[in-house]
T-cell receptor
């Protein structure tokens, strides 16, 4: 699986959009970009995933560059409950796959 | 519907004792995964089961660790002769894992293991 690179930490004001970047320059054609987050003392939670088109769901939006070497997770109106560690993972699309977690980005939403 | 459940939620044991951790996956999910997270560290893959295939044990740190999945549902992770470095949160996840499907794993709340 492709290695991903994320900033160690970020801060965002409550109510603002939080934009979390991820680099995955060695991603292969059949690898999806997945985002999970882990709120303190809880198990990881799936957020969103995409292949090459931008995606949006009730939690977030995912913007993937045309060359697929990087992506950005957008939380449009961050709340204090969005404070968590966010993990970007490049993962093959088919069947069972073990997730390889990096260190992620620790996002802190400030009041 | 019900999510992934794990028991116990917390376990304190003495060095050298054996422990068993249980995971109940989401009904119908064919793949089951175990990960662990040591204090202040990232998540580390341990083992996964996919249907009737042989499990992928490539992440187990030593032969003191083993896991089984009975009847394609419940799984038990066993740690024999526990050591202090085994202290961690042990997380279980499950997924549909149909061939050709995009894979999303759903995690349980974890078991916090403390070895004294």
């Amino acid at each position: 699986d492709a290695k991903t690179t994320q900033p160690t930490s970020m801060d965002c004001a409550e109510g603002r959009a939080a934009n979390l970047p991820c680099n995955h320059s060695t991603i292969s054609g059949n690898e999806y970009v997945y985002w999970y987050r882990q709120i303190h003392s809880q198990g990881p939670q799936y957020i969103i995933h995409g292949l090459k088109n931008n995606e949006t769901n009730e939690m977030a939006s995912l913007i993937i560059t045309e060359d697929r070497k990087s992506s950005t997770l957008i939380l449009p109106h961050a709340t204090l409950r969005d404070t968590a560690v966010y993990y970007c993972i490049a993962q093959h699309s088919q069947g069972a796959q073990k997730l390889v977690f990096g260190q992620g980005t620790r996002l802190t939403i400030n009041p | 519907g019900a999510g992934v459940s794990q028991s116990p939620s917390n376990k304190v044991t003495e060095k050298g004792k054996d422990v068993e951790l249980r995971c109940d996956p989401i009904s119908g999910h064919t793949a089951l995964y175990w990960y662990r997270q040591s204090l202040g560290q990232g998540l580390e893959f341990l083992i996964y089961f996919q249907g009737n295939s042989a499990p992928d044990k490539s992440g187990l740190p030593s032969d003191r660790f083993s896991a089984e999945r009975t009847g394609g549902s419940v799984s038990t992770l066993t740690i024999q002769r526990t050591q202090q470095e085994d202290s961690a949160v042990y997380l279980c996840a499950s997924s549909l894992a149909f061939w050709g499907s995009r894979e999303t794993q759903y995690f349980g709340p974890g078991t916090r293991l403390l070895v004294l």
